[in-house]
């Protein structure tokens, strides 16, 4: 069943002073199922965070539309969930109460939070560090965090902007390895954008390439690695075909953009 | 002994020190004690101004006085800092009130305060006020600029609204500057108590100490004023111990 679909959508960023406006994004159509988790890999300042924010309605499209479930959607809401690279936990606030945020925001009751909260962060393995605070953790843990902080909102599509970006490639595997584990005990919608070109593969359903700045849809990719996928499948033949093509993909991309900004060989 | 006690100890041992050469000198007549005062004249001074009840009512009014006017301008500070970082019409429109509050010597501005609010209370807390609320405004303003954009979109993103933001965000991530404004306001409140009680009042330590110095009175002059120094002293202890406290989550 289609649960998300984007239909040329396009975004300009209003000009900076006495510039011309910037299209960040032209006519992007993408149709996600539900259960589904799609990776979305492309050149840097393609527009990938551009839009996740447009399909969590933090930003308005310039034209074309965000649907869920048939219908469009207009505000922020707990139905879609954002894992930042930055984390972006509230310092001033220990692992529990950064759990609770976004419970908060619909109004849930705090007992009932908290219940919430506690399950999620046992899920990602932090029972013992509900009372530390941000700066007390690793990147790793902080990252958790943020997936607690996600998953509480029981959201029908999870929103990852390069959530491992930040971690050094050991953890990033890990991580990598939990988020899959976590991944198929409810299949939640995942659309999740990295820079890394294993983590796409490893993780994905279908990667989505996306062309340089003005970003658009130039090529989707299906994965079909069986499942569940030990760390050991990125030896395998298979791995490395795939590995080939995206890495084809994207020097092509980079190559048109003539930029290579931020080592988009990842692995 | 540890590096905290050392430094402890030989701070008292040098104090103690600096009062028995003070005596000394005072009794071999070195220093007049009648103009310079002694150690031991203070503190007969202390317990005659005990006894009388003198002291507790002048530490009371004083008391009183920095309470209330750090209070309000702990209050109109942070509400006024707040608006202004919200707000940037509210920010052009009340900068240049604070600059001028903070820029002038205000104490020229007593004899004025004297006609319109009257000797005594209201015109203490009233320098009082307006010595110290600057620096908690203008503290809690480059809080609020200071906060940083993704906490601000973690809350947008899970739906929170204005009120969220103000909330959960700019105001808990100001408090690290609103504490150093605060403990700033905290020595210029105290200032203005003195300062006000000197020149618009006939109650306070600050009277006091004019009182008895006009009246050549040394060692009672050093009853309120070591009053005040131990006031000053405890004050800013306890505002760190409350500023650790609060900003445990700091790395
Ligand atoms: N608020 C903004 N105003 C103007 N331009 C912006 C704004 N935000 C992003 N851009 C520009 O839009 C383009 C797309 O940005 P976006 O962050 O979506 O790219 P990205 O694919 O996520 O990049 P990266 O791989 O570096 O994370 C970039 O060229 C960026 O400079
Ligand atoms: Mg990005």
Redesign the pocket.
Known sequence: MTQLVVQGLRLE??A?RGGAP?L??SDVDLAVEKGEFVTIV??????????L?LIAALLRPTRGAVSLNGQPVAAPGPDRALVF?DFALLPWRNVLKNVELGLEMQGVAAAKRTDIARKNIDMVGLRAFERHYPHQLSGGMRQRVGIARALSVDPEVLLM??PFGALDAQIRQVMGSELLHIWERDRKTILF?T?DIDEAIYLADRIVV?SA?P?RVVQQIKVDLPRPRGLSIRTSAKFNEYRETLWNLLEEQVRQSGSW??GEGGA | MSERAQSLVLGVLGFALLIAAWEICARNGLVNPVVVSSPSRIAAAFARQWASGDLATDLATSAVEFAVGFGAAMVAGVAIGLAMGLNRFVEYAVDPFVWFVYASPLIAFYPLLIVWLGFGFATVVTVAFLLSFVSIAVNTLAGVHAVDPSHMRAVLAFGGGKRDLVFKVVLPASVPHILAGARIGLGRALHGVVLGEMFGSNDGLGYSITRYAAQLKTADVFVPLITLVVLGVAINQASGLLEARLLRWRA
């Open positions: 960023y209003p900076a910037f960040a994004l492309g050149p840097s300042g393609c527009g990938k965070s551009t839009m924010m690279q902007d390069e954008v820079h996306m700045s970003g900004a931020r």
